[in-house]
């Protein structure tokens, strides 16, 4: 099945650093990734869509230039939380859209963030 | 809108079956189902596109009702392995939004 990696799998930093997570799409090209955020013991929350070649669709209440979005090639998407503070504190998880007949979304491992 | 998900909750003991439910108030192209593992990100289970079709895997296996707008996961003969938090994604009909909307989940119980 198709492969997607995320790094690094987990990071702790001081308030006030940004962090950078990755995410790879290994065997398949994606035109087309998702970053979620996941609290404990609750649902996956879409942050944005993150489409290669062009700017990030963002979802409603989720701050643009406090997570910044790149999708600089067609199997690698960035996330960067800028000025983390300790509410940024979360699970975050990428995926990719496999661009064949049945656009099946893959999960990476998922990044836990302990911002202190 | 997020799809609802039912039963909240389902513990078994090995070997017995379980049926879990998602509906969507509105119309749908495609429903996704995973199964994420504590600790660990989801994990792909299967794709149903409109059109009414079923699909099974082993022991897993779905059915999509477009009409009701909603999507069943069958887990038979259920294994300890099974144990996790099931979600269904929904996609809704219309547009070229790839997203999907997840429901809250179903926590799923196997005990030996």
């Known amino acids: 099945g198709a492969v997607v990696s995320q790094h690094p799998s987990w990071v702790i930093c001081k308030s006030g650093t940004s962090v950078k997570i990755e995410c790879r799409s290994l065997?398949?090209?994606?035109?087309?990734m998702f970053w979620y955020r996941q609290f404990p013991k609750q649902s996956l929350m879409l942050m944005a869509t993150s489409n290669e070649g062009s700017k990030a669709t963002y979802e409603q209440g989720v701050e643009k230039d406090k997570f910044l979005i790149n999708h600089a090639s067609l199997t690698l998407s960035t996330l960067t939380v800028t000025s983390a503070h300790p509410e940024d504190s979360s699970f975050y998880i990428c995926s990719a859209r496999d661009p064949g007949l049945a656009k099946a979304q893959y999960f990476g491992p998922g990044t836990r963030l302990l911002v202190l | 809108q997020q799809p609802v998900q039912s039963p909240q909750a389902v513990i078994l003991r090995e070997g017995e079956d379980a049926v879990i439910n998602c509906s969507s108030s509105?119309?749908?192209?495609?429903v996704h189902w995973y199964r994420q593992k504590h600790g660990e990100a989801p994990v792909f289970l299967m794709i149903?596109?409109?059109?009414?079709e079923q699909k099974g895997h082993e022991k897993i296996s779905a059915s999509f009702n477009e009409k009701k707008q909603q999507s069943s996961l069958y887990l038979t003969a259920s294994q300890l392995s099974y144990s996790g938090t099931y979600f269904c994604g929904t996609r809704g009909s219309g547009g070229s939004n790839y997203k999907l909307t997840f429901g809250k989940g179903t926590l799923l119980t196997v005990n030996p």
């Open positions: 065997d398949f090209q994606a035109t087309t």
């Open positions: 149903l596109l409109k059109g009414g």
């Open positions: 509105k119309a749908l192209y495609s």
